[in-house]
C-alpha cells in the first residue's frame, strides 16, 4: 500500500502522481503548492478601498510612491506613441490591477519595475535640443587611466563564433529570464516578503541606472570601433555590435533591429547587464548560500552565482557593449540598492534566525518543510520562530520598505510540527551541526 499524499495545506498532489514522482520532484511541487497558499485570490474592490483607508504608510513609502509618480506623469507626457488619448489605458489598466486584489499582490512590487519600463521607452521622446552632450571620449580615457588599457578593446581581439555563442547565451538570452527565474526561487524558499524586497531593489536599480543613461549619455566601445572619437549627435542609431554575428549565424535580424532602434543607444554608463547580474547574485548569494556535494567534493553554491555575474561582465565587453568602468558603475549601484532596499524584517530573519553561523552555507538538507509556506532555507522553523518574536527594535522601522501595505489582511495559519509527515522529516531534517538555537 504506497502512503498517503503529503498535504500542502489542503491542496495535495493526485494519488498517482504523488506515487510516480521522485522524492525530490515529490518535494518541489508540495513546496510549491503549499507557497500558493500564500496568494490572494479575492477580486473585491471593496476589500482594496478598506485595506487603503486603513494603510498608514511609513515616511519611506511616502517618499517611494511620491516619487514613482512624479516619475511617471512626464513620462506619460511626452509619450508620442501610443498618442493622446490612448497612452490613457496605461494608468486606467494599472489602477484596474492595483485595485483588485487578486492582482494587487504581483503589481504593487511590480510598480518601479513598471515604472523603469516606462522610463525607458519614453526617453526616446525626448526632443533632441533638450537632451545633454554625449561624451564620447570620457569613458575610453577613463578605463585607459585607470586600468592602463582599454580591457574592452583587448577582449574584441579573440574573436571565434564559439566565443560568440558563449557571449551570446548570457547577455541575450538568460539575462532576460534570470530575474523571473530568481523571483520565483524567492517566493517558494525565500522568507514571506523576500519577492517584493527583490522587486524594489531591481526596480530603482534599473531607474536610477536609465536615469543616469539619460543624464550622461556616453559612448559605447561599438561608437568607437565605427566612428572614432567624432562627436556624436541624437539623430545616430545603435548599433548591436557583437550580436550582428549571432544574427548572421542564425539568419535573422532581432538583434540588429532591437540596438539599432534603442531608446537609449548612448547608455554606456552603467551598465545595467552587469547591474542586474550583480543585483541577481547578491539575492541569491544572500538567501541561498548553499553548500552543494557533487561527490566526495563540497561546493559552496556562491560561487557559481557569481560565476554567471562574471561570465555576464566579459560578455557585456566581449560584444563591444561596455567599458570596463560602466561595469564596476553597474555593480556599484546594484549593490547600494541591495542593502538599501533589504528591509530589517529580512535582515532579522535572515541573520538573528540563521541555524547556522552568518553567511555560513548550509546543506541541502536545511530546505524549508514542504508544508509549512511561511518557513525559509536555512531559517528555524516558524514554530521556533513565534516562540522567540522579533524586538521591536527591529520591526517596522520607518526606513523599512514595505510594498505590499495596500493589499495587507491576516492570513491565519496554524503552524505546528505535527503537520510534517514522516517522509518529509526523514528528507528534509537538519543535521545535528546546523540545527543549534542562535
Same mark, same amino acid.
Given at each position: 500500500?504506497?502512503?498517503?499524499?503529503?498535504?500542502?495545506?489542503?491542496?495535495?498532489?493526485?494519488?498517482?502522481?504523488?506515487?510516480?514522482?521522485?522524492?525530490?520532484?515529490?518535494?518541489?511541487?508540495? /513546496?510549491?503548492?503549499?507557497?500558493?497558499? /500564500?496568494?490572494?485570490?479575492?477580486?473585491?474592490?471593496?476589500?482594496?478601498?478598506?485595506?487603503?483607508?486603513?494603510?498608514?504608510?511609513?515616511?519611506?513609502?511616502?517618499?517611494?510612491?511620491?516619487?514613482?509618480?512624479?516619475?511617471?506623469?512626464?513620462?506619460?507626457?511626452?509619450?508620442?506613441?501610443?498618442?493622446?488619448?490612448?497612452?490613457?489605458?496605461?494608468?486606467? +489598466?494599472?489602477?484596474?490591477?492595483?485595485?483588485?486584489?487578486?492582482?494587487?499582490?504581483?503589481?504593487?512590487?511590480?510598480?518601479?519595475?513598471?515604472?523603469?519600463?516606462?522610463?525607458?521607452?519614453?526617453?526616446?521622446?525626448?526632443?533632441? @535640443?533638450?537632451?545633454?552632450?554625449?561624451?564620447?571620449?570620457?569613458?575610453?580615457?577613463?578605463?585607459?587611466?585607470?586600468?592602463?588599457?582599454?580591457?574592452?578593446?583587448?577582449?574584441?581581439?579573440?574573436?571565434?563564433?564559439?566565443?560568440?555563442?558563449?557571449?551570446?547565451?548570457?547577455?541575450?538570452?538568460?539575462?532576460?529570464?534570470?530575474?523571473?527565474?530568481?523571483?520565483?526561487?524567492?517566493?517558494?524558499?525565500?522568507?514571506?516578503?523576500?519577492?517584493?524586497?527583490?522587486?524594489?531593489?531591481?526596480?530603482?536599480?534599473?531607474?536610477?541606472?536609465?536615469?543616469?543613461?539619460?543624464?550622461?549619455?556616453?559612448?559605447?566601445?561599438?561608437? @568607437?570601433?565605427? @566612428?572614432?572619437?567624432?562627436?556624436?549627435?541624437?539623430?545616430?542609431?545603435?548599433?548591436?555590435?557583437?550580436?550582428? /554575428?549571432?544574427?548572421?549565424?542564425?539568419?535573422?535580424?532581432?538583434?540588429?533591429?532591437?540596438?539599432?532602434?534603442?531608446?537609449?543607444?548612448?547608455?554606456?554608463?552603467?551598465?545595467?547587464?552587469?547591474?542586474?547580474?550583480?543585483?541577481?547574485?547578491?539575492?541569491?548569494?544572500?538567501?541561498?548560500?548553499?553548500? !552543494?556535494?557533487?561527490?566526495?567534493?563540497?561546493?559552496?553554491?556562491?560561487?557559481?552565482?557569481?560565476?554567471?555575474?562574471?561570465?555576464?561582465?566579459?560578455?557585456?565587453?566581449?560584444?563591444?557593449?561596455?567599458?570596463?568602468?560602466?561595469?564596476?558603475?553597474?555593480?556599484?549601484?546594484?549593490? =547600494?540598492?541591495?542593502?538599501?532596499?533589504?528591509?530589517? @524584517?529580512?535582515?532579522?530573519?535572515?541573520?538573528?534566525?540563521?541555524?547556522?553561523?552568518?553567511? =555560513?552555507?548550509?546543506?541541502?538538507?536545511?530546505?524549508?518543510?514542504?508544508?509549512?509556506?511561511?518557513?525559509?532555507?536555512?531559517?528555524?522553523?516558524? +514554530?521556533?520562530?513565534?516562540?522567540?518574536?522579533?524586538?521591536?527594535?527591529?520591526?517596522?522601522?520607518?526606513?523599512?520598505?514595505?510594498?505590499?501595505? !495596500?493589499?495587507?489582511?491576516?492570513?491565519?495559519?496554524?503552524?505546528?510540527?505535527?503537520?510534517?509527515?514522516?517522509?518529509?522529516?526523514?528528507?528534509?531534517?537538519?543535521?545535528?551541526?546546523?540545527?543549534?538555537?542562535?
Amino acid at each position: 500500500m504506497s502512503p498517503p499524499a503529503r498535504q500542502a495545506h489542503g491542496v495535495a498532489l493526485p494519488p498517482a502522481l504523488a506515487r510516480r514522482l521522485p522524492a525530490a520532484l515529490h518535494y518541489l511541487a508540495t /513546496r510549491i503548492l503549499s507557497a500558493a497558499t /500564500r496568494l490572494e485570490t479575492s477580486t473585491s474592490v471593496a476589500l482594496s478601498l478598506a485595506r487603503l483607508r486603513a494603510w498608514r504608510p511609513t515616511r519611506g513609502e511616502k517618499a517611494k510612491y511620491a516619487f514613482l509618480l512624479a516619475l511617471a506623469l512626464p513620462c506619460l507626457y511626452i509619450m508620442a506613441a501610443p498618442a493622446f488619448p490612448l497612452k490613457l489605458a496605461l494608468p486606467a +489598466v494599472y489602477t484596474l490591477a492595483v485595485l483588485l486584489p487578486v492582482s494587487s499582490q504581483f503589481i504593487l512590487p511590480a510598480t518601479p519595475i513598471f515604472a523603469w519600463l516606462l522610463l525607458f521607452y519614453s526617453s526616446q521622446f525626448l526632443a533632441p @535640443e533638450s537632451r545633454p552632450h554625449i561624451w564620447v571620449s570620457v569613458l575610453p580615457t577613463l578605463e585607459s587611466v585607470w586600468y592602463g588599457a582599454s580591457i574592452s578593446d583587448i577582449l574584441t581581439h579573440f574573436g571565434h563564433p564559439a566565443l560568440d555563442i558563449l557571449a551570446w547565451l548570457p547577455y541575450g538570452v538568460i539575462h532576460f529570464v534570470a530575474p523571473f527565474v530568481v523571483a520565483a526561487l524567492l517566493f517558494v524558499f525565500a522568507p514571506p516578503g523576500a519577492t517584493k524586497v527583490f522587486g524594489a531593489a531591481f526596480g530603482f536599480l534599473n531607474i536610477l541606472g536609465v536615469m543616469t543613461q539619460v543624464g550622461f549619455p556616453c559612448a559605447p566601445p561599438w561608437y @568607437e570601433l565605427r @566612428e572614432g572619437l567624432t562627436p556624436a549627435n541624437y539623430s545616430m542609431k545603435g548599433s548591436p555590435a557583437g550580436l550582428a /554575428r549571432i544574427d548572421a549565424l542564425f539568419h535573422g535580424h532581432g538583434y540588429t533591429l532591437t540596438f539599432t532602434n534603442a531608446p537609449v543607444p548612448f547608455g554606456a554608463f552603467p551598465s545595467l547587464h552587469a547591474g542586474c547580474a550583480t543585483m541577481e547574485a547578491l539575492f541569491l548569494s544572500y538567501f541561498f548560500p548553499v553548500a !552543494l556535494r557533487i561527490g566526495r567534493v563540497r561546493l559552496d553554491a556562491r560561487v557559481l552565482y557569481w560565476t554567471y555575474a562574471f561570465w555576464l561582465y566579459w560578455c557585456t565587453m566581449y560584444l563591444m557593449h561596455h567599458y570596463l568602468v560602466d561595469l564596476v558603475g553597474g555593480a556599484c549601484l546594484a549593490t =547600494a540598492c541591495f542593502y538599501f532596499f533589504l528591509t530589517n @524584517e529580512m535582515r532579522f530573519q535572515m541573520e538573528t534566525n540563521w541555524t547556522a553561523r552568518p553567511s =555560513a552555507a548550509q546543506p541541502i538538507t536545511a530546505l524549508p518543510a514542504a508544508t509549512e509556506p511561511q518557513d525559509a532555507f536555512g531559517v528555524r522553523p516558524s +514554530v521556533d520562530i513565534e516562540r522567540r518574536p522579533m524586538p521591536a527594535s527591529r520591526a517596522g522601522g520607518e526606513d523599512e520598505v514595505r510594498m505590499d501595505e !495596500l493589499r495587507r489582511a491576516p492570513t491565519p495559519m496554524q503552524r505546528s510540527g505535527s503537520n510534517r509527515s514522516a517522509t518529509a522529516d526523514v528528507l528534509f531534517e537538519q543535521p545535528d551541526e546546523v540545527r543549534r538555537d542562535a
